[in-house]
């Protein structure tokens, strides 16, 4: 059997996916072009170090969406369950008195419960994902107000707890580069959220799921395990967002969190992870991350209106997908 | 006897403010012996949605209806009905355009805005740059609060430029990225103010963030605000008196329902403080935490 | 029917050796079909057993039962004489019991090693072992001679090279049993040859295979035993080499087969319905020139890769094409999309039916009128649905489409079946030019001698046909004229009738290294 | 070929077809059933007619999304199309002063318009519908405040705009009923959906675009023109639920409908309509929404606390679709 495209296919691939990766940040890289052009202040250090802030808590949930979305999957209660985390570090801390790092702990377990349930109903009730994740959006909503009292919680007993997010062990060392905690933090959980969808087994069913669950469950593969494990995973995630979110208000405040899903998913499909599953990247996501709050800040450094800040950011949102989109067809 | 049962619709229900609120009416129902539940959408832009709260309380039947309208025009039909069916509406928080409601229990949100502007241009001495960071564009409130800064900070100190009228949907972390970015592109901007709690929060912590000296003023209490005036990173904020606008809500109602008379409006007024006065017991009896 | 199932089976039975698997009476329902009914299954250790029946016939259905995909109503499996109850698929692979599917199962975005061993990674420590993974697929792929990098995607391969794919996966298992569920349909002889090869390797090793396969010859060719089924039941097993094609054939069908032979009329002054003039894209298709006339059929032959379905796509407009030119009846028309390409008269069935022929999640009828929707529309845009169905009626009859009714998702049918429901779809639509690609993959004998019936009888109606096909017998058997293709270019067209040598000879005329050899010496 | 199957198959599938849409009222009955035992005041006619009428928006924008997901898409922009076309409505009736008819169009015309971009969008550009539909949401959202000048435009000069939603037709012949206009509104237009999707041509493209995109384009079908019709045709719904908001709020709020997307596919998904597209129906929808505002009313009836609201329904939201997996499975 002879076969002359497989040699030509590999370079091929070599030479695209470099430049792929190249040019993927283009969207980004436009964007803080024409905003350093038409403002003095926008490539200022402590601004770039205001966008990498203001994008920490989105991308991290957008970190822990992504994971989900590989799989075929959405997860709409990206946003309450952080909150939900976040105010149980504030029982954790505040009212039970604990230490710091067990509040650390509860919020990132609390958080790897949650998807587990999540999970599980996706896996074993057969629920679909978009159903089982938006009643559980509603539940921890409603769960958040009713352990908090509807009250926010302070961290003012927990001296450091500020510190997660807003410390810079980085600004410590290297004085001039004072970049927050709550970006290294973001940087640490995409590293590792990369490694693991690259290098485990988890990464490797978290593809194969949203490529085609039938076939893994054909090949024998404990699909639902599996699932449930993703599910988790994310929900882990979502504590750390928890945790940032919080250390950034000094308090834990039970009304926010709803809305934060669609930004998150944004980040995903921005960074051109598809919604059907099967194909996506953490790098992507973060760039998606970038996207949204580089405009953001930019738009409001320009003084925008803010009614025409929405209309705005919604055409690029479009357009940065379809540059995206131009990009892979004449590849 | 049958115990009076109260609905309480209200505008929001997850902010301190509206928790505030809810506090002084459960106080008030325990004081008078009544029921009352309390009920509000979750943003404040959610006409229609106050509406179904409306019409469901409405099928309760309940004693007495106590409401602050997103929407005075929307809610006219529901509040005919209620009339028609002889249960007595008070209004409260920023009142409703029509005759239905026997008494309104409200902050007059323009003059509170405007001692806010007074207060912000003594304390950056009469010129400068300041900005608004508000909750809600298009809510009584929002438009209020935003407007009565403004305008009055354009009548009396024409030195005074407001550069920026931003919002953040009261979202503490939204809000906090709005003031950075503020501060960044205006670093000669001498004040925000905060146009409720949520906002006020975020503009203190953007403050705080950058390490900015700028003056500001908040709307409203809850244990982080009045924390943040203590430590200085706030010079000072706005009250109204959620409990007492709650208290008396429940009071008027249940008067009514005596078929005593009231007043056209119960002003439960407002207040300017700050580290200073904080403790005074006029003032800390308005505070809520 | 010339052999009893009674007879039949004891006359192939040796009672001595205990079968490796047994499966009876064997009842599995469907919402609405009634799959098997005391199905009757049995394989021993290094047999090749082929399990034959027409589209429907409860084959695929049986044999998922074996390996764990669904569970049975009721009867009984015995591995090695022991009663077993085989619940999910991991279950089935760890009785040493594998399978290839019919419908691939692959997971398209990940690599060919990935697949291979899904499930069973090789690991070090936490970590996924990729160059361990990449080793052992390239060992298996040499052990098949098959030449696939393992970190090549799947989605990016043709369907032959998924099932090639697929195969290396079920042998990656060194199951005990192992089931092949038409595993040629896609493959071209070379690979049909390598694959029995592997076949009897396994099969000396003391590996218990199914075989299931519409083609006959390679019943003949590579089994044991026959177990023929109709109608979700038992009807016979017989020993292959010494039962002839047309009892298993009438077994099968419950009648006799009649083989009519190719009219070929005399088309040389018919007008040309097509001509395709230089069509190029990439390296995929080069300068590719040829006509079609009316009542004409045009076989394309070639070895997987020649670039076949490229041009027929390229041709429909369902992929652009850099240059050439398209006519029709004397016309110049300009494709740019499979709309077009309709308008102009021309239908396309696509060699990859569940991608891109079949709406799976639509009934069969309105499969079959996707194509000739507006037909249907009757005054004020409404849909005719009375119409339609009796309209699916006719096709369902005409074709024999085995499926409860006409509202039944097409997802639900058997797969030949599903490619009936198709072609039905192209007949409805009525085009002048017909391009066919792979008709008959996975059709049974009898679908397929009327599915040949049908094409000769379209071509007498005057209407110009094309037909792809990697099974020579097929190719020369229908065809008026054979264009042979290798790597992208037409390397011949040889009148009906030629020899398979002829073709073969065409097909891996390497034109590129003619070439490339010419340029060079130009350069040098 | 015989086929013994095909007789007993044809009465079992006509059994079970009823018996499944007998049964798909099951969520929604026990509901019904557990608030009326619950609350006297529940069943009152009164009460009846404030559900239907809490349906009527929702109801209408879910089937607008139940057309587009039946695509395989997913149309985020319904919320904010919606106010945009109340926006546009009251710019023609009060700013304008035009005549109510001409509103009444405007729209309608206006929603179609703004799907017939979003459907290009996707169908041209190929942008994903949710990255094309988020970004219309946004920028709709946007152009709501600039076109009313953040400002509720208020309908008090157009005698009789609040009948469209709160008068009674039915209510003026039979007294004793008096069901909205609303509520009628809803009906008929699930009536008309119903009708398109099941006997024209338009409906059975929607089917097809969901069950494989692939294989309608290439039986030569112009896919786009059709991919469009749909999102034009949501839109067209959505301006119906933009009139019938105005209509009830007798103002159009420009700051209104962001989130209103989630409730409305929530409705979708409820009723059994697949996000994955190619099948659904609009009775399902219907059944979805309705069972979110029984939800809502029911529980505010009982006055169950705020908080524990919303844990109930998310709870309640995801044994709905369970129960409803489970039937499926049983049948
Ligand atoms: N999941 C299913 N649901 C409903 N009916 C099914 C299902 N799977 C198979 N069937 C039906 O069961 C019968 C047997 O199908 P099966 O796939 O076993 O046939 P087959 O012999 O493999 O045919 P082919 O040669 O076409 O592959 C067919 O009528 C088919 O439509
Ligand atoms: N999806 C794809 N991505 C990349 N290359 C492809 C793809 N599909 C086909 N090719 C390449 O295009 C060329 C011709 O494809 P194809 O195998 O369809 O030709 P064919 O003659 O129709 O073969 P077959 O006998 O398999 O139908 C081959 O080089 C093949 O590797
Ligand atoms: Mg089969
Ligand atoms: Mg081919």
């Known amino acids: 059997m002879t076969d002359i495209t497989a040699p030509a296919t590999k370079s091929g691939v070599r030479i695209s996916g470099a430049f792929h990766r190249l040019l993927a940040f283009s969207g980004l890289i436009a964007l803080v072009v024409v905003f350093s052009i038409a403002s003095p202040n926008f490539m200022q250090t402590q ?44 029982v954790v801390l505040t009212n039970l008195g604990m230490p710091l790092p067990i509040g650390i702990l509860a919020s990132i377990l609390a958080g790897t419960f949650c998807g587990l349930i999540s999970g599980s109903i996706i896996a074993k009730l057969k629920v679909p994902p978009f159903i089982a994740t938006l009643g559980m959006m509603l539940i921890l909503k409603g769960l958040s107000l009713v352990v908090s009292g509807t009250k926010p919680i302070y961290f003012n007993d927990t001296p450091g707890f500020n510190q997660i997010a807003l410390g810079s062990a980085v600004g410590s060392i290297f004085p001039s580069v004072p970049v927050p905690n709550g970006v290294l933090i973001l940087f640490l959980v995409a590293a590792i959220a990369a490694f693991v969808l690259s290098k485990t087994a988890l990464g490797r069913y978290t593809f194969a799921l949203g490529s085609n669950e039938e076939a893994v469950r054909l090949s024998g593969v404990n699909v639902d395990r599996w699932k449930i494990a993703v599910y988790a995973t994310a929900g882990g995630i979502c504590g750390v967002a928890g945790l940032l979110i919080a250390s950034r208000l000094n308090s834990a405040q039970p009304a926010l969190g709803q809305g934060y899903e669609l930004d998150a998913i944004a980040a995903v499909v921005i960074g051109g992870t598809s919604l059907s599953g099967g194909r996506g990247t953490v790098v992507g996501t973060l760039i998606g991350a970038l996207i949204i709050s580089v405009l953001a800040n930019g738009l409001r450094i320009l003084s925008v209106a803010q009614e025409w800040q929405t209309v705005v950011t919604g055409s690029i949102i479009i357009l940065a997908v379809y540059a995206d989109i131009l990009r892979r067809r004449t590849l | 006897q ?143 609060r935003v407007d009565g800064f403004v305008n009055r900070l354009k009548e009396a100190y024409p030195k005074i430029e407001v550069v920026s009228v931003q919002y953040g949907g009261g979202d503490q972390l939204q809000s906090t990225e709005i003031t950075k970015s503020i501060l960044l592109a205006n670093p000669d901007l001498k004040g925000i103010f905060g146009a409720n709690e949520g906002s006020a929060i975020g503009v203190a912590n953007g403050k705080q963030e950058l390490g900015s000296k700028i003056v500001v003023i908040g709307f409203d209490s809850g244990a982080a605000q009045k924390g943040m005036i203590t430590s200085g990173i706030m010079n000072g904020a706005i009250t109204q008196n959620p409990v007492g606008i709650g208290y008396q809500t429940v009071q008027a109602a249940v008067s009514a329902l005596k078929g005593e008379t009231l007043p056209p409006i119960i002003d ?22 | ?423 039905a779809k192209w007949l409805l639509r009525d085009c002048d030019i017909l391009i066919f690609d792979e008709p008959t993959r996975g059709i049974d004998v009898g679908a397929k001698a009327e599915i040949y019936k049908l094409l000769n009888a379209l071509a007498e109606q005057g209407r110009a046909i094309i037909v792809i096909s990697s099974e020579l017998p097929e190719i020369l058997r229908l065809s008026h004229r054979i264009g042979v293709m290798c790597e992208g270019r037409l390397t011949g067209m040889l009148p009906g009738g030629s020899s398979q040598e002829e073709i073969m000879r065409l097909a891996t005329l390497r034109p590129s290294a003619v070439a490339e050899t010419n340029s060079e010496r130009k350069s040098a």
């Open chain 3, 1 to 423: 029917m010339p052999i009893s199932p009674a007879t039949a089976l004891s006359s192939s039975l040796d009672a001595s050796v205990t079968p490796l698997v047994e499966m009876l009476d064997i009842d599995k329902a469907f919402p609405g079909v009634r799959a098997l009914s005391g199905a009757r299954f049995e394989l021993r250790a290094g047999e090749v057993h082929a399990l034959m029946g027409e589209n429907g016939a409860g084959k695929s259905t049986l044999m998922k039962i074996l390996s764990g995909v669904y569970t049975r109503d009721a009867g009984e499996v015995r591995l090695n004489g022991q009663p077993v109850e085989i619940t999910s698929p991991r279950q089935a692979q760890d009785m040493g019991i594998g399978i290839i599917h019919q419908e691939l199962a692959l997971m398209r975005d990940l690599t060919a090693a990935q697949n291979i061993f899904i499930g069973r990674e090789p690991r070090r420590a936490f970590l996924l072992d990729e160059g361990a993974l990449n080793r052992n697929t390239h060992a298996i792929f040499d052990s098949m001679n098959l030449k696939l990098e393992p970190t090549v995607k799947v989605e990016t391969l043709t369907i032959a090279k998924q099932q090639m794919v697929e195969i290396a996966k079920a042998l990656s298992y060194q199951s005990r049993v192992l089931i092949m569920d038409e595993p040629t349909a896609a493959l071209n002889d070379a690979e049909i040859a390598e694959l029995f090869t592997i076949i009897n390797r396994l099969k000396a090793e003391g590996v218990g295979i199914v075989y299931i396969s519409h083609k006959m010859d390679e019943i003949k060719r590579i089994s044991d035993r026959v177990t023929i089924m109709r109608d979700g039941e038992y009807v016979g097993t017989v020993p292959a080499a010494d039962t002839p094609i047309e009892t298993i054939i009438s077994m099968m069908v419950g009648r006799t087969l009649t083989n009519d032979a190719l009219v070929i009329p005399n088309t040389s002054a018919a007008p040309v319905a097509l001509e395709v003039r230089n069509l190029n894209r990439g390296r995929e298709i080069r300068d590719v020139s040829f006509s079609v006339r009316k009542g004409e059929i045009l076989g394309l032959a070639g070895l997987m890769g020649a670039g076949r379905t490229e041009v027929a796509r390229a041709i429909f407009g369902a992929d652009p094409r850099e240059s050439g030119e398209i006519w029709v009846n004397g016309n110049r028309v300009g494709i740019s999309s499979p709309q077009d390409a309709v308008r102009a008269g021309i239908g396309y069935l696509s060699e990859d039916r569940k991608q891109f022929g079949l709406a799976t999640g639509l009934d069969v009828r309105n499969n079959i009128a996707l194509a000739s929707l507006e037909r249907f529309i009757g005054p004020g845009g409404v849909i005719n649905d009375g119409a339609m169905h009796e309209t699916a009626e006719k096709f369902i009859r005409q074709l024999s489409i085995k499926t409860p009714s006409d509202t039944q998702e097409a997802r639900l049918l058997s797969g030949g079946n599903q490619q009936k429901v198709v072609i």
């Open chain 2, 2 to 144: 049958e115990k009076y049962d109260i609905a309480l619709i209200s505008k929001g229900f997850q902010h301190q403010f509206w928790q505030a609120v809810k506090a002084g009416a459960d106080k008030a129902a325990v004081d008078l012996g009544v029921t009352v539940t309390f009920e509000g959408p979750e943003s404040e832009t959610q006409v229609d949605r106050q509406m179904d709260m409306l019409a469901a309380a409405l099928s309760r039947k309940p004693d007495a209806i106590g409401f602050a309208a997103l929407d005075s025009q929307a809610a006219t039909p529901l509040l005919q009905q209620a009339k028609d069916a002889g249960i007595p509406i008070i209004a409260f928080d920023s009142g409703v355009d029509s005759d239905i409601p026997l008494t309104t229990a409200t902050t007059d949100n323009v003059a509170a805005a405007a001692l806010a502007a007074d207060v912000m241009a003594e304390l950056i001495g009469g010129e400068g740059k300041v900005a608004v960071v508000a909750h809600d564009q298009t809510s009584r409130t929002g438009i209020d």
């Open chain 2, 268 to 289: 439960t007024g407002f207040f300017y403080y700050d580290a200073k006065n904080m403790a005074d017991p006029e003032i800390a009896a308005v505070l809520y935490d």
């Open chain 1, 47 to 90: 601004n770039v170090l205001a966008i990498l802030q203001a994008t920490s808590v989105n991308g991290v949930l957008a970190i822990a969406a992504t994971l989900v979305i590989i799989t075929g999957g959405i997860d709409l209660s990206v946003g309450t369950l952080m909150t939900f985390c976040a105010v149980i570090t504030g």
